[in-house]
């Protein structure tokens, strides 16, 4: 990959310098051509408008010998009209037939192309200008003597080698810009592409590294740059990725344990139920106190059953959402009273000392007071199940900033230090044997939890084992999303 992208990268580099020098290439010879040419009729129109040269070879034409004394006279200025009788040469030419008379031209040129500006002097017409993409550059003038009707041409004609040698020149000097930058364009190309394409490689390979499930090699970029910018967002990604697939797979375990728990915890019931029943359907002289006894442990069991589907029921609709909380204004402080006093006879039948100590008028809160109830009732009555008889149960209730709080303390058997992580987690139980005869199902905290946490509050445990369980119970007044 990084070789190809190397490639690439060169090849790049290497036409970009083709095109800027041919650029630059066509732009001189064109700037080149169009100043010799604008400079060769600029200096040929100067003198023979601006100089008596004109006036005098007309009056050295009405003249015997007018030829040579032209010659001459023409000869005198090549200096001033840039004869060099190599590249541009003057011609006296015959003024009805064009033919040539004399020139400057040392290899004795006596035949030349009738041109246009040759044909615009016999017709009497200056001829000072020309194309400036032709192959020559050249002007032609009418000298015809005073009196006469006809008479001679001037004709001075530039071949351009001058202009096509500096071309040749530029073009051999553009070549080796070429070649010159061709080579330091290599040079950079392969420091960019190290530079820019070992992040990309690195990149590709933790790509595939993540491919095969290794999530822990990470990009080192230095610079603040777009791809030091995308190989810090590749690492947080990986991070992300790792994150996720480590949550999804305690989330399975959580699941296989969850499905696990189900199961037992139903198959318990049933096979008490399904025992009972057998026996009873079996034998036929079972004395009626024992059948009353299995009946009525067949009811429990049928009871138990019934309460852990119901709580399924409900932490499955607090997970979907579906179970919409019903917000109303109403007295956090009336709540706790009535939950006090609901759970009371129980205390009392255990000899348990149950007490009740709010702050004067908590205020109303918003949420769903039925909720809040049985969040209350679930808490409470764990302390009274794991509090033995004779034990002490208090409930306390205040304000903190914009919170109301409840707190439930009691001196039972407590929970050991490596379980309260857990113990809002479906199904866990520290004692699952007593809290199976006591009749929990391990779901009442965790109903409690995310009634809570969809309130907007939260709750904290602390406990000592042998001394004693604290269960704060923190709401917003305002309900949940409030400051």
Known sequence: ????????????????????????????????????????????????????????????????????????????????????????????????TGEVLETSDRDGNARINITQSILTAINGENALGGSYRADYMDVALPIIPAGAESGYVVYIIDNKQTV?????????????????????????????????????QGMTKAAEAMADGD??????????????????????????IETMLEELKNAETLRREFVANVSHELRTPLTSIRTYAETLSDNHEIAPETEEEFLRVIINESDRMTKIVQDLLELSRLDSGHDTLVVEPFSIERSVRDVHAALALEARKRDQSFDLELEWKLPMIRGDRARIEQVLMNIITNALKYTPDGGKIDIYGGVSNDNVWIRIEDDGVGIPKDDLTRVFDRFYRVEKARARESGGTGLGLA????????????????????EGTSVTVTLPIGGAGAP
């Not at 036409?15 to 001189?28: A, D, G, Y």
């Not at 051509?33 to 006036?55: A, C, K, P, W």
């Not at 840039?82 to 011609?91: H, P």
């Open 447 to 466: 109903i409690a939890k995310e009634i809570v946490t969809r309130h907007g509050g939260d709750i904290t445990i602390e406990s000592v084992p042998g």
């Open 164 to 200: 096509q040698n500096q071309n040749a020149e530029i073009f051999s000097l553009i070549l080796e810009a070429v070649l010159v930058g061709f080579a330091i364009s290599i040079v950079i190309s392969l420091i960019i592409s190290r530079t820019l394409l070992s992040p990309i």
């Open 215 to 240: 999530f822990s090699r990470k990009i080192t970029v230095d610079s603040v740059d777009e791809i030091g910018i995308l190989a810090t967002t590749f690492n947080d990604m990986a991070a992300r």
């Open 1 to 96: 990959m990084s070789r190809s992208l190397r490639i690439k990268l060169v090849f790049i580099m290497l036409l970009l310098i083709v095109l800027l020098m041919t650029v630059v290439l066509v732009f001189l010879i064109r700037g080149v051509q169009n100043f010799h040419t604008e400079q060769f009729y600029s200096q040929i129109r100067s003198v023979l408008t601006q100089t008596e040269l004109v006036n005098d070879l007309r009056v050295e034409a009405g003249k015997d010998g007018a030829v040579d004394r032209m010659f001459r006279l023409l000869s005198a200025s090549s200096g001033e009209l840039g004869i060099d009788k190599i590249t541009r040469n003057f011609y006296i030419l015959d003024g009805t």
